[in-house]
């Protein structure tokens, strides 16, 4: 890779030409050989961006994701969820509002936190665990109102 190579694209007919002699503070000046109209581009300054790599570079099926698959926004949520409006690996959809241009659209492929295996999105894994920390107290009718076979650490258990 060669950091002073550029690309410079023709307004008037689109053609690409490629470059090493362009300097910083000095007008570069051809004919574009297309259309023969007159190019002129100086450069001012030049801010080098370093190469992030994806999510996905990092899954290994067996190995664990990064803190289970959990982010800051849904620490109890075990796994990355893959969006098909970029076909991208993001913990969630906030995470992937915040990285993209872009609005989510709904993820319909999910990678567990625990094995790395993508498969659709659903509330347990095919490696046996469940996406969803769960409490005893009520989770949608299939929990437990009852205060003896509630665990100590539930704070509903010492509640009137």
């Known amino acids: 890779f060669n950091y002073n190579s550029y ?3 023709c307004l008037t007919c689109s053609k690409i030409y490629r470059t090493t002699e362009i300097g910083i503070n000095t007008q570069f000046e051809f004919k574009c050989c ?4 007159f190019i002129s581009l100086t450069l001012k300054d030049i801010q080098y961006k370093t190469y992030q790599k994806s999510l996905s570079s990092k899954i290994k099926v067996g190995v664990p994701l990064p803190e289970n698959g959990t982010c800051i926004h849904y620490r109890k949520s075990f796994r990355w969820f893959r969006f098909p409006c970029c076909n991208k690996l993001f913990p969630c959809d906030i995470c992937h509002d915040k ?4 609005c989510n659209e709904m993820a319909n492929k999910m990678v567990c936190g625990f094995c790395s295996k993508e498969q659709s999105v659903k509330n347990n894994c095919e490696c046996g665990m469940t996406m969803k920390k769960s409490t005893a107290h009520w989770e949608g009718g299939k929990g437990t109102r009852n205060k003896v076979v509630m665990s100590k650490k539930d704070n509903k258990k010492y509640k009137k």
């Open 99 to 102: 990285e993209t241009d872009h």
């Open 34 to 37: 297309g259309c023969y109209s």
């Open 7 to 9: 690309v410079i694209n």
